[in-house]
């Protein structure tokens, strides 16, 4: 066999467990050690933090909890790291580090990736900028301004000697594209290969989330007390097998690794990174031993002349409660408690001639409000109402907070447990998205011999492509779950919610398509009011992958649903009733177990 470059991660988000780097480390027999901490939500965070102090901003796990006992083991085995723990101030992460291994006299070389921060030009980039899904104008003032970076800088902070490379902003597949890149020589326009390792990327960037985390058929998955995190075995043409340290927990079989492959995508035939346009349709997913998956079958075209921007504005305050409420109607009277707290919360907040609450979010849980008008939990005798507002008025907020325990002996019986005490007012932090013309984007490598520039190979934009037509024949006959005939999974892009779905026999994806449409899955989530819904065919795996637009009431730390990033949604879609030939659920017939809870 070719050689293999062996790529584990440690880290999915900024707070996953260091036992996931130490197993790795320990027992991964790996090259490379890549940690993922930046969700958008995440930045967002991180750009308040350094709002509130200059030298924050940046994932300090990674140095405290990752670095500081893993560094001598590191430099032993002669493990390059590779993370975008810099969040928003890279260079203070960067300075941790030297500081750490200088006190633990370590000899690792670090290297920073810069130029994601567009704040020093924002300005002169401002005229014609606009949200690149709603066309919003962008905000006057602004706390963050961060450009995807993709993965040639962290390339080229390798083949100059770093042994960590710590980025700010940059796409998460880059933290493994970019060591591939250095080791096999990949250029610009390999596409395929660059679109291969960028869903190698892309499939171990969550960690165990595709070692059998968060997998629907979730009864099959051993061993959560120890969970195996990912290794991905990388091969020159773009090919890969993912495994995991022997003797942990999980599972991964094509299904497991199918589902994260369909996370958070759109449109699997245009999945758009800086550094390739990718396409993954038609890709060959096979079992090759126990909990070990090769995927294959990655092309990819040139990349587009934009990079994505998430830029982050303040816009006013939330606060929000929890409580439980029991008994008989115990969900009616949840939904009396919280209309009338917000009533006499807006009351009073007008007595103060106060701004007053622009939104707010009541949620029933215990009584399906996920499900919306699907919800077959209206008799619930035990459920938590949840209570969220928000306001441009901070003291709005502190009225509001002051006059929810009131209902404690002013409302119904059996109001208890409130969660955490009056709540305080929380900065609401919102995401603003935009494409920015990469010709004004240069990302700078720093290291121990200097300073230097590594521009975009600047390509023609990729070809005109239109997804391919998904054809859904009507089927009539008696109907089961979806999960009967599917596994997915959900997330999130902002305010989108993306939602794939994979046939668990290819045989079945003809009575999935003909039921899960647009229009019906917009109809299953009407509570979320979407703007719209894309769906798009994925031939390969196979499956559809949908994307349902405004339905996370503004996603990540400006939501205020108890499920901003939608994480939820696969779950409650695959209860969708489909039609199914009745021949399905004969004795003998692939969907005979569900013959009991098939409905006509």
Not at 455 to 460: D, I, N
Not at 498 to 513: K, T
Request: net charge negative.
């Amino acid at each position: 066999m070719d050689r293999i470059v062996r790529i584990g991660c440690g880290a999915g988000f900024w707070g996953d467990t260091p036992e996931g780097p130490a197993q790795l480390v320990r027992s991964g027999g790996i090259d490379y050690l890549v940690m993922d901490y930046l969700a958008e939500i995440t930045m967002s965070i991180l750009a308040r933090m350094k709002a509130r102090d200059p030298a924050a901003g940046y994932a300090t796990d990674f140095v405290s909890l990752v670095m500081r006992p893993l560094a001598a083991e590191i430099a032993a085995g002669k493990i390059r790291v590779v993370t975008n723990a810099g969040g928003v101030n890279p260079a203070a992460c960067r300075d941790a580090l030297v500081a750490l291994f200088a006190e633990l006299g370590v000899p690792l070389k670090v290297a920073l990736v810069e130029g994601d921060d567009l704040s020093p030009q924002i300005e002169e980039m401002r005229p014609g900028i606009t949200e690149m899904f709603s066309g919003a104008p962008l905000p006057g003032k602004l706390a963050s301004v961060n450009a995807y970076l993709g993965a040639f800088p962290i390339a080229q902070a390798l083949a100059r000697g770093a042994d960590v490379v710590v980025t700010g902003r940059c796409v998460d597949s880059a933290l493994v594209l970019g060591p591939l890149i250095h080791e096999f020589g990949w250029g610009p326009q390999d596409y395929d290969q660059l679109s291969g390792g960028s869903l190698a990327g892309h499939v171990i960037e969550c960690g165990t989330q595709c070692t059998g985390g968060v997998f629907t058929d979730w009864r099959q998955v051993p061993g959560w007390d120890d969970m195996g995190f990912p290794i991905a075995l990388c091969a020159a043409d773009g090919s890969f097998e993912i495994v995991k340290p022997e003797g942990t927990g999980g599972l991964i079989t094509p299904a497991s690794i199918a589902e994260q492959v369909v996370y958070e995508v759109g449109d699997p035939g245009a999945y758009v990174l800086p550094d390739v346009t990718c396409d993954w349709r038609d890709l060959r997913i096979t079992a090759t031993g126990e909990n070990r998956v090769r995927v294959s079958g990655a092309r990819g075209r040139a990349p587009t002349g934009s990079l994505k921007v998430s830029a982050t504005f303040s816009d006013g305050w939330r606060s929000s409660i929890t409580m439980m409420i029991a008994g008989r109607d115990a969900v009616a009277k949840a939904e009396a408690v919280g209309a009338a707290i917000l009533a006499r919360a807006a009351r009073l907040i007008a007595a103060a001639g106060l701004p007053g609450l622009r939104e707010t979010s009541v949620e029933v849980l215990g009584a399906e409000s996920a499900y919306g008008a699907q919800s077959q939990a209206r008799g619930a005798r035990e459920v938590v109402l949840k209570i969220a507002v928000r306001s441009p008025s901070k003291d709005a907020l502190e009225i509001f907070g002051r006059e929810i325990f009131p209902a404690a002996t002013a409302m119904v019986q059996s109001l208890t447990g409130f969660a955490g005490g009056r709540p305080k007012p929380q900065p609401v932090v919102r995401l603003f998205s935009f494409l920015a013309d990469k010709a004004r984007i240069t990302p700078m490598i720093e290291d121990d011999a200097g300073r230097i520039a590594v521009p975009f190979v600047l390509a023609r934009d990729a070809a005109p492509y239109s997804p391919d037509p998904v054809d859904s024949a009507p089927i009539t006959g008696p109907r089961v779950p979806l999960i009967a005939l599917a596994h997915g999974r959900s997330g999130d892009k902002g305010d989108i919610a993306n939602i794939g779905i994979i046939a668990r026999d290819p045989a079945f994806l003809p009575a999935i398509l003909a039921a899960v449409t647009p229009q019906a899955v917009a109809d299953w989530f009407a509570h979320h009011a979407p703007a719209r819904v894309e769906r798009f065919g994925w031939p390969g795996l196979p499956g559809i992958n949908l994307m349902l637009h405004s339905a996370l009431g503004g996603g990540g730390v400006a939501s205020l649903r108890h499920d901003p990033q939608g994480k939820a949604l696969a779950q409650v879609l695959l209860d969708m009733p489909v039609p199914v030939p009745a021949a399905w659920l004969a004795p003998d017939g692939p969907l005979e177990p569900w013959a009991k809870e098939a409905r006509a």
